[in-house]
């Protein structure tokens, strides 16, 4: 059995995503464990920001379906024998309409969350509208004619404060692809999309996770990795999940990572003290830079369709 499967587990600095907010306070998601709160960006935050910054849903098409005398409409993304993971790249990271025949596909690549390596201490941040407010207030009168006041005519100017947690943190996530699913389509299995076409899309992924950005709360993320461990795999699983951790700024160097590196797999460090022990780190794992290592694993994945 070959190598079939590309494996990632990577620690990068990135914000929390958002949960349901109460009021006019949004609160980032948040896990709990080993007795300890930690903040996440969910793999589905993850997923989307990497589907959209590959490109790869540059051919999305939805289409609704109503699913009650109310007219309610449940959207999806738009399948048949026309439009399918074969021809469409939107469609690789899994699906399922129901609006005639039932069709549901797997992703052919898996996230975990990005689980922050420092339990959540809580930041608050305070904002609100009052130059708008303002502006409305100077420009405009009440019923009587007289000037509006920002502070005695708060509902009648807008003025609307809100507050939100903000988190950024080094979290880790892997990330797994099932190279012998790309193109391919159960519900549609006369079709497959060629070699050239298959080694795209991973290329494409690859190049979003290397080079990813996010946008929260108006915020700019550089999400890139700082740390990156991985490569082709004969197991369909996040390999290096859980022997990579940071405690307290520090990667930890256990016996179980350094094993798991010498079966085959290469490893990046961005340099520049992100780490206390960057040193340390470059003796034990003697990582390459990260363009390298990008620039290695899309050769593995070209090498293995022979395109």
């Not at 609006?99 to 975990?112: D, G, P």
Request: charged residues 30%; aromatic residues 8%.
């Amino acid at each position: 059995m070959g190598k079939n499967t590309l494996t990632l587990t990577i620690v990068a600095n990135m914000t929390a995503n958002y949960s349901e907010g109460l009021g006019n306070i949004s609160s980032v998601q948040k896990i709990y464990k080993d007795r300890n709160v930690y903040a996440i960006r969910s793999r589905e935050s993850l997923k989307n920001a990497i589907m959209i910054q590959s490109g790869m849903y540059k051919d999305l098409e939805t289409e609704g379906k109503k699913e009650d005398t109310k007219g309610k409409v449940v959207t999806q993304k738009k399948v048949d024998e026309n439009l399918n993971a074969t021809n469409c790249r939107a469609l690789e990271g899994g699906y399922m309409n129901t609006k005639e025949s039932t069709y549901v596909r797997n992703s052919s690549f898996y996230l975990t969350d990005a689980i922050s390596t420092e339990s959540f201490i809580n930041e608050t941040r305070f904002h609100n509208n009052l130059y708008l407010a303002t502006n409305y207030a100077n420009t405009h009168t009440d019923k009587n004619g007289k000037n509006l006041n920002v502070q005695k005519d708060a509902g009648e100017v807008g003025l609307m404060p809100y507050q939100y947690e903000y988190e950024k943190s080094l979290k880790v996530y892997s990330l797994t692809i099932d190279l012998e699913k790309i193109g391919k389509d159960p519900n549609f299995p006369d079709k497959e999309a060629d070699n050239n076409e298959k080694f795209e899309r991973v290329k494409s992924l690859l190049e979003a996770v290397e080079n990813l950005s996010l946008v929260v709360k108006g915020n700019l993320d550089n999400a890139e990795p700082v740390f990156a461990i991985g490569g082709l795999s004969l197991r369909k699983t996040h390999y290096f999940e859980n022997v990579v951790r940071v405690e307290q700024g520090t990667l930890v160097l256990g016996e179980a990572l350094k094993e798991k590196k010498e079966d085959g797999f290469n490893c990046a460090l961005l340099k520049g003290d992100i780490f206390t022990n960057e040193v340390e780190i470059i003796k034990e794992l003697q990582p390459i830079s990260m363009r390298e290592f990008f620039k290695s694993l899309i050769e593995d994945v070209k090498n293995y369709y022979g395109v």
